[in-house]
């Protein structure tokens, strides 16, 4: 399935403070939460040796609990940035570890062979919040890099379709302070400690090859780098 995602990303001290900063805006903007859901999830990146993904503001990877035997395949294209709010295009499938799904094989096809570029593991904490019909996914992100350096970093994320309802959360998490920060990026580029330059033409490609394949114009699925 393809998404648009619109979402704020602070960097944090620490996952208990995420937690606090989490909760006080929850009640500060009088949302509903559901309970706290906890996992450990595993997230595998991938891409050519020449960075080809990268410069289309791509990044590509399968996640999944660990230990998990099942994967959720996405690729996720960068938007835009304005200050701790990103915007980008989903495309996800659920599959397992060691194949990418078919449904990437035109995007992916051109390569030349894919290598795993970064490797995280995240202990997450999840608080579903509902404000009448208004949705918001809020979670803790306590993100261990085990791939290509060794480094660690928290986040707290809100995720919702409700640009205003974002808005008045921007807002408060600005008044409620606590050291919180918007993140610098995603988190693979925090992984990888760099950026790509986009190439849009390649960029506006990639979105086709794309929305053909989880269209249903599925290829042959691919072997997993880790797995071969």
């Not at 619109?6 to 001290?13: D, P, Q």
Request: glycine residues 10%.
């Amino acid at each position: 399935m393809v998404k648009r995602e619109i979402e704020l990303k602070f960097e944090v001290a620490s996952a208990e403070l995420g937690m606090d900063l989490l909760m006080a805006i929850v009640d500060r903007i009088q949302l509903i939460p559901e309970p706290t859901v906890t996992k450990v999830l595993l997230s595998r990146y991938l891409d050519n040796v020449a960075g080809s993904l990268a410069r289309c503001g791509a990044g590509f990877r399968a996640r999944g609990e660990l230990g998990g035997e099942v994967a959720i395949w996405t690729m996720k294209l960068a938007e835009s940035q304005a200050g701790a709010r990103f915007t980008a295009a989903e495309y996800e499938v659920e599959g397992g570890w060691c194949e990418v799904p078919g449904e990437f094989g035109e995007a992916v096809a051109d390569l030349g062979g894919l290598v795993e570029i970064a490797r995280l593991s995240n202990r997450r904490l999840k608080v579903d919040a509902s404000r009448g019909a208004v949705r918001v996914e809020a979670v803790v992100d306590l993100v261990t890099v085990e791939h290509p350096r060794v480094m660690s970093f928290a986040e707290v994320e809100f995720e919702s379709s409700s640009t205003e309802i974002l808005t008045e959360i921007s807002r408060e998490v600005a008044a409620f302070g606590g050291g919180s920060t918007p993140s610098r990026g995603h988190k693979l580029s925090r992984a990888l400690g760099n950026t790509t330059e986009v190439d849009a033409i390649a960029a506006r490609k990639l979105a086709k090859a794309l929305e053909r394949g989880v269209g249903g114009g599925t290829r042959p699925s691919i072997r997993s780098p880790w797995c071969r």
